[in-house]
Antibody, heavy 118, light 110 residues
């Protein structure tokens, strides 16, 4: 059974940093592109970043470039999101998601909440 | 403001057929396939339709998708109370080099 379990969320001060993790199991992690998607409270979905299976291709939402870094460790079946210079508008539930093909996310984690007070 | 445009709300009575539209541009829907996600209250999104009109295993055939030019739509026939959820369209955007979502449509079953 495919499982994606996010961790690392919490309350962080404006300007602070946080590292999210996503532990994957039940599939060959090293064969799939992985993604982070976020959802602010009461708002819609926003794609954050994508990393290809071997980390050769990495993409970010334009609004986040320079502050967030996506990475993965295939030996540990884990996906990461390093978030720096956090702002109140970064408050959201952050989901990791597996891509079965470009832009098609077939499995999602349960999400981890990041709160940056204003 | 989302790159893909969806109506914020839709509604129907049990048994009815409802459609949700998704409008984009040449760089996203016009060039790439469209996916639809269903998000039940308090849960993570779930892939509902992929590659414009394909259903993942386990998704009832009451759900169908279509695409024409730079627009797409999701149809739900035989509406049921458990279909009450938020629905999002999404497509890769070649100009932005990223995935874009619609703003979401909240479906209410009356």
């Amino acid at each position: 059974e495919v499982q994606l379990v996010e961790s690392g969320g919490g309350l962080v001060k404006p300007g602070g940093s946080l590292r999210l993790s996503c532990a994957a199991s039940g599939f060959t992690f090293s064969s799939f592109t992985m993604n982070w998607v976020r959802q602010a409270p009461g708002k819609g979905l926003e794609w954050v970043a994508s990393v290809s299976s071997s980390s050769t291709s990495i993409y970010y939402a334009d609004s986040l470039k320079g502050r967030f870094t996506i990475s993965r460790d295939n030996a540990k079946n884990s996906l990461y999101l390093q978030m720096n210079s956090l702002r109140a508008e970064d408050t959201a539930v952050y989901y990791c998601a597996r891509a079965r093909q470009k832009g098609t996310f077939d499995y999602w984690g349960q999400g981890t909440l990041v709160t940056v007070p204003s | 403001q989302s790159v893909l445009t969806q109506p914020p709300s839709a509604s129907g009575t049990p048994g009815q057929r409802v459609t949700i539209s998704c409008s984009g541009s040449r760089s996203n829907i016009g060039s790439n396939t469209v996916n639809w996600y269903q998000q039940l209250p308090g849960t993570a999104p779930k892939l509902l339709i992929y590659s414009n009109n394909q259903r993942p295993s386990g998704v009832p055939d009451r759900f169908s998708g279509s695409k024409s030019g730079t627009s797409a739509s999701l149809a739900i026939s035989g509406l049921q109370s458990e279909d009450e959820a938020d629905y999002y369209c999404a497509a890769w955007d070649d100009s932005l080099n990223g995935l874009v979502f619609g703003g979401g449509t909240k479906l209410t079953v009356l």
